[in-house]
């Protein structure tokens, strides 16, 4: 089995539906709801996290390939995380658990789930505290995919119209979830003051951003975000006191292939990352680099190698970045390494905006390396307004209009709430849509796009990958096309008489009637640029089943024959024990069960 994870982290905010509460009680209390971040060496798990007080021990996950079948179980894991300030000795938070568990299954396909969180870890539904969901994501694409939908925005600092850019993208997802719930870039300033730490979590503003926001929430239980660190995500009224938030909130996993180690915070409250001393020093650790289907990205650290205290929040970018320094040298690395078509860069501060010009040393080296390592895309935040420029053949995109008071007033800058939608059509060509509304009376909407083109052969060689190449009829497969190359027109035939022009349609097939339980078919796929002229054409065998379907094997006597759950449509000759079950002339070879009903 293909495993693909993307890191839910730990508010439980993958929350699709809603979810119940308990009547009130001092003794218990969930503090934040599911979302997901994706696995660094695993393109098709999920990690879903959430927080609760320390009262409550028991956690657990139930999840199917369809919402009415939830037959999996997964256990939570947890640990306490004991938040202090370094800065403020005198201060505290409030300590809480920390809740992960992580659902593997076949890339791309949707994973239907709820969570529940109790007393005990007894696995009795009905004696939960807390049931989160039901909910439903969509597991990443195989890494070979060649067409993806992805968003984008920035700076919301848990602004008055946060809520409203996440509904306008929310709405967006919802015209087609099976393709674009897949990931959101955040260019950082999630929050306010970040780094500030208080006696009950539910005043900090992270327990806010995860809270407070009804469309923000649904869109964090939908994708993984994956943010760079902002200025205000770590500093308080100029303090710059912790990051420790930032890293227990989001503790991507791709920190091990970047600075070594993932983040964390001990048991005595100090966090432990690459870089000792304070906490002041851990800023410098936030960046790393993730694949998703043909994309790759690196998030940038804007503060690594910090030294302009005095100036943090204008346009100074942190030392780590300069040729020769620690950032720097990880960063040219990443982006040589990497063979996907399309690269990404996705930092806070700008090298270059309306504000901050293309003037000093760190500025020049960043846009050396994206030129020199491939990057066909930068994008920033930092900078409250939308504002799109070229620059060396390089395209920048400052999207920092996700809910922060914006800055207006200047002719270079405009002034919208907004997000963007990016979508890879195929090797070399990436389009680029900004959606927002003006910040005056008219609120009127707002529209831009803009098509990046590059050099790339035309497909000559027609690829695609099938989740669930074998299994039960009533699991639906995605199928992903992987051909290399430009093309833009697709024709499926999935060897059932149904066909598709999507480029990586969901495909159910129908219960097999053979009495054997099982039915194979040959899928295919041709590939074009003009949906006449087919460039490439390849095939595959599908087979569907019926779990759990019964066979007959061994007679007896008075013709009477032993019968053998197949869980998996596995040769007769390879199935498991003999179950004490018997068939007779006359009966169906086989029982229509449900999946997870093997007994």
Known sequence: MKRVTLFLSSVILLVMGGYAIPPF?????????????PERDNPSCMRLFWQTDTALHGGWIR???????LDNLEDANSEHQNIKNEV?????AQDFIRWDSEICAEPGVPIYYEIYVSEHQDYDDHK????IGPGWFVLPLPPDARHLTFFGYGDNRNGDKFDDVSSWLKGNVENDPINRKTFLLHSGDICYNGGQTFEQYKDNEWSHYFHKYESARTVLSWMPVMAAQGNHDFNWQGHYDTSKYFFTN????QYVDSIGMVPYIDEKGKLVSKSTGSAKDAVSDAYYSFDYGPVHVAVVNSYSEFNDWDHLGRCSIGDGLKKGHTEYKWLKKDLLESDKPWKVILTHVSPLSCDCSITDDVRHDIEFLAQTGGVDLLVSGHDHYYKRTKYNDLWHFVLGGAGAPLDCGDSCKICVYHYARFHVVNDGELK?????HYDDASSSSFYDTLTINKAAPITSTAGFEVSLTSADYRYPRRFSCASPGIHSHHLWDFGDTTSSTEENPLHSYQKPTDPSGIETYTASLRVS??????????EKEITVYIQGSLEPIVNVGMNKYALFLRPKGEPIDEIADFQGIYWYPGIPQYEHLMPGDRK
């Open 432 to 436: 680029i849509e900004v959606f927002g």
């Open 128 to 131: 939960a505290k807390y049931t």
């Open 63 to 69: 999840w199917g390939y369809h919402e009415d079948h």
């Open 250 to 253: 989001w503790p991507y996993p």
């Open 25 to 37: 009680s001092l003794a218990h209390n969930l503090f934040t709801r599911s979302y997901m971040i």
């Open 88 to 92: 403020h000795k005198g201060q505290r």
């Open 529 to 538: 640029t003009d949906g006449t002229n087919w460039l490439a054409q390849t």
